[in-house]
Every structure is written in structure tokens, then in C-alpha cells.
């Protein structure tokens, strides 16, 4: 039975893929993280119909948007990474598009609560299995130097989907507003909003036949045995690998928590703030936060990615981190103050520098990762980066406005004070986290590196 050897032997296999296809890899599997985001965040426009039909609460909706995705998303991610480092990656992916897009078209049919949270879980089960098979495609792809700028661009499917689902759901909302039935040929006679649900999950089809588009790359950065041979990790010495670096995957994941929750409030709950307090339309508010993420949160994301690998080329190892504390001083300085402000003009001034230093590690957390783990370990470390990371940051991040709103305030019109509490509050605590991580983070770096 071969014996893996230390980190500083690992060694790539073959030589990179052109940098075109390279490209292309990463734009085809932001188009499916695009399509995941445009389903799982077609709620957030739903928020008055919804309630309103099924009789439920916003705490019940933040938990809607956060848990009942969040619960299954989190869980599935940790077997569906193992199976990415050990299967087909691109047929892992097109499994799971399809799952989600079922789910997302199955929540059109749902009549309670109950019905509705069970179809969200399922949208999870699908979307569990993306990420951490496109991050280990991605790693194989790009040399360490510029990977910092490819899963970012990768991550722009963030804002990509969720500004699309603002926009598609803000018409179709609009443009039915005096319509609240409408017969559908073999489902009958369903409530106006729910159509939305079809028109976003039918497409999935088409995205699972684009992921068959993507070659699988020979793996590279692989542990192997004394005889040469790339070596199968059982899963103690995979525990074994991420024990090792412990510290590191501990504070890039709080970080990454607490700077997911300020992403989720504000992109589950921005619409609806903008129609309680400022008494826009959905249609507007849809356009109006499409908008800033479009053009602050991708140019955040693409500079974060840049300004990462800026500093790596000069031998900072934890630049990744750093872009983690100036998204946090951004943001806390920003955000909170721009939904205080009873001026819209000055609500979009100040959110949208505030989107961009929230946007800047996104993509960097989980390329900081792959970069200190080696490639047999490299899909379950994100799945336990995710399951981390969505377990605090998606269930947190809509659910406690939502909550402070029923709890504290007892008041609809209070969001944007729930809001400032909850985006303040998880800045500062990712900014603790990222720097209290930079010192494991370069030691870690030196075990694949050197």
C-alpha cells in the first residue's frame, strides 16, 4: 500500500491547458453558478405576494431564503466533495443542475409553508454539488499566481444570477401585478407570482448540457507515493491533511462566514427595504439592486482577485487575507450607514462603495484555500469551507433582519435599523477573524509551496 509523501514533493502532472480554453472553463461554469444563484434568490422579490398568500411571517420567510436552502446545501456538500475528488467533476455538476432546476419549478406548485421549505431543501441538495467541483476544475486550470482572479470571476456569478433574478422576477412581478390568477396548461389556474418559479427553473436543462462542454484537466498539485504514483487519500488522512491546517481553513472560514452574512441580508433583504421605506415598485427595486451589484459587486470581485494576486507575486503568501480586512473596514464604514438614511439618493450613494469592498474576498477566501491543500484533498476541503460557510453565513445572513424585525423592532418599516445592526456587526467580526489568521495562513502556504 503506497505512503503519501510530505507537501514539498507534490508536483504538477502535465502541463496547463491553453490560457483561451482555460478562460472558457471558467466563463461556462460562472454561466451555471449564475443559474444557481437566479434560483436560489428568485425569493427575494417574492417577499408581499408570498406572505400574503401563504400567511407567513418575515421571520418564516428569512428562514425560507436562508435555512431551508442553506440546511441540505450545507450537508450534501460534504459527501458531493468527496466525489469530486474522486469522480467526473463536469458529470457531478450536470447531476446537479438538473436536481435544482426540478426543485426550483417543483416550489411553483407548493401551498404552505411546509411545501416550500421541502422544495427549497431540494434547490440545496442540486447547488451542493457546484462549487467544490468548480473549484478543483478551476485550481487545475490556472497556476497558483492568477488564481486568485479566476475564481473571482468565477464568484461574479453571484451577482451575475442574483441580478438577473432581480430583473426577471421584477418584470414578471410587474408586469402581472393586476393579474393575480393565471391558467397554466396542465397545472391550471395558479397565483401570478408563482410563474416565476417555472420561467427560472425550466431553462436548467440547457446549462447541464454546457457543463458536458468542459474536459476534465488532469489533476495536478497531487500527493504521491514514494513509487511516483498519485495516491488515494482515505478519508482519516484526508482529516489528517486539513488538521494540519487547522488554524488556517478555522479563520479563512469564520472570515468567510461573517462576510457572507452582510452579502445575504443585503441581497435577500434589499428589495423589500427598498419598497417598505422608499416605496418602490418590485420591478424598480429589482432594477435598482441589479444595478449596483452588476457594477459595484463584479468590478469589487475582479479587483479583490487582482489585488490578491498583486500581492502574492511579491511574496505577501496571505494576500488573500488582506483583502479580507480591507473588505471589512469598507464595509463597516459604508453599509450600515447608507440603509440609516432616509434620502434615497443618499442610500445609493453610499451603498454602492459599499457593495464594492463587500464584494472584494469573495472569490479570494476560497482560492486562499486551494492554494495550501493538495489535489486529492482540495473538493472536501470546499465542501467543509461551504458547509461552514452557508451554515453561518446563509442561515444568519437573512434570517436575522428578519428576526430583529419580529423580535426587537416589531415594526416592518424598521428594516433598514435591522439591517445596519446585522451588517456591522458581522463586519467587525470579520475583521478580527482574517487578521488573527495571517501568521498559520504563511506557514501553510510553505508546505505546497515552499
Known amino acids: 500500500m503506497s505512503t503519501p509523501v510530505s507537501q514539498a514533493q507534490t508536483a504538477r502532472t502535465a502541463a496547463p491547458a491553453s490560457t483561451r480554453y482555460a478562460w472558457y472553463v ?13 434560483d ?33 446545501y450545507t450537508f450534501m456538500g460534504l459527501p458531493l466533495g468527496r466525489i469530486a475528488d474522486r469522480r467526473s467533476r463536469r458529470g457531478l455538476i450536470a447531476v446537479g443542475v438538473v436536481l435544482w432546476s426540478f426543485f426550483t419549478s417543483a416550489c411553483s406548485v407548493a401551498r404552505s409553508f411546509w411545501t416550500l421549505f421541502l422544495a427549497r431543501m431540494g434547490v440545496g441538495v442540486g447547488e451542493a454539488s457546484l462549487s467544490p467541483a468548480a473549484y478543483s476544475l478551476i485550481s ?3 497556476p497558483k499566481e492568477k488564481l486568485g482572479v479566476a475564481i473571482s470571476v468565477y464568484y461574479m456569478g453571484v451577482f451575475f444570477g ?47 448540457l454546457l457543463a458536458y462542454t468542459v474536459r476534465e484537466p488532469v489533476r495536478r498539485e ?6 511516483g504514483r498519485a495516491t488515494q487519500l482515505t478519508f482519516r488522512e484526508t482529516l489528517a491533511e486539513m488538521a494540519r491546517r487547522r488554524q488556517s481553513l478555522i479563520g479563512i472560514s469564520v472570515g468567510a462566514i461573517f462576510q457572507a452574512v452582510p452579502t445575504y441580508a443585503l441581497i435577500s433583504w434589499t428589495p423589500a427595504y427598498f419598497q417598505r421605506i422608499h416605496h418602490w415598485t418590485a420591478g424598480q427595486s429589482g432594477r435598482g439592486l441589479a444595478a449596483l451589484l452588476l457594477a459595484f459587486g463584479c468590478t469589487g470581485m475582479y479587483a479583490g482577485g487582482r489585488l490578491s494576486d498583486y500581492w502574492q507575486k511579491r511574496g505577501v503568501s496571505e494576500g488573500p487575507l488582506r483583502v479580507g480586512v480591507v473588505c471589512a473596514i469598507g464595509s463597516v464604514l459604508l453599509l ?21 469592498f463587500l464584494a472584494l474576498p469573495m472569490g479570494t477566501s476560497a482560492a486562499a484555500l486551494q492554494r495550501i491543500f493538495p489535489n486529492q484533498v482540495r473538493g472536501q476541503v470546499s465542501a467543509l469551507f461551504l458547509f461552514l460557510l452557508n451554515l453561518g453565513g446563509l442561515t444568519l445572513g437573512p434570517l436575522m433582519p428578519g428576526l430583529l ?42 508546505l505546497i509551496h515552499g
Not at 48 to 61: E, F, H
Open 26 to 38: 471558467v466563463l461556462a461554469l460562472t454561466a451555471i453558478y449564475m443559474l444557481s444563484y437566479m
Open 40 to 72: 436560489r434568490q428568485i425569493l427575494s422579490l417574492l417577499v408581499g405576494p408570498m406572505k400574503r398568500d401563504l400567511g407567513i411571517s418575515d421571520t418564516r420567510v428569512g428562514l425560507l431564503q436562508g435555512l431551508a436552502f442553506g440546511l441540505f
Open 140 to 142: 487545475d486550470y490556472f
Open 162 to 208: 442574483t441580478s438577473l433574478s432581480l430583473l426577471v422576477t421584477g418584470m414578471v412581478v410587474d408586469a402581472v401585478a393586476h393579474t393575480p390568477l393565471i391558467t397554466v396548461p396542465v397545472l391550471g389556474t395558479m397565483a401570478s407570482w408563482r410563474i416565476t418559479f417555472l420561467f427560472v427553473g425550466l431553462p436548467g436543462l440547457l446549462f447541464a
Open 222 to 227: 497531487v500527493l504521491r507515493a514514494r513509487d
Open 336 to 356: 450600515p450607514a447608507a440603509y440609516l438614511m432616509e434620502d434615497t439618493t443618499w442610500v445609493l450613494a453610499l451603498l454602492a462603495p459599499g457593495i464594492f
Open 405 to 446: 424585525n419580529d423580535r426587537l423592532f416589531h415594526n416592518e418599516k424598521a428594516l433598514g435599523f435591522s439591517l445596519a445592526i446585522t451588517i456591522a456587526t458581522a463586519s467587525l467580526l470579520m475583521l478580527g477573524a482574517f487578521r488573527a489568521t495571517y501568521r498559520a495562513y504563511r506557514t501553510d502556504d510553505k
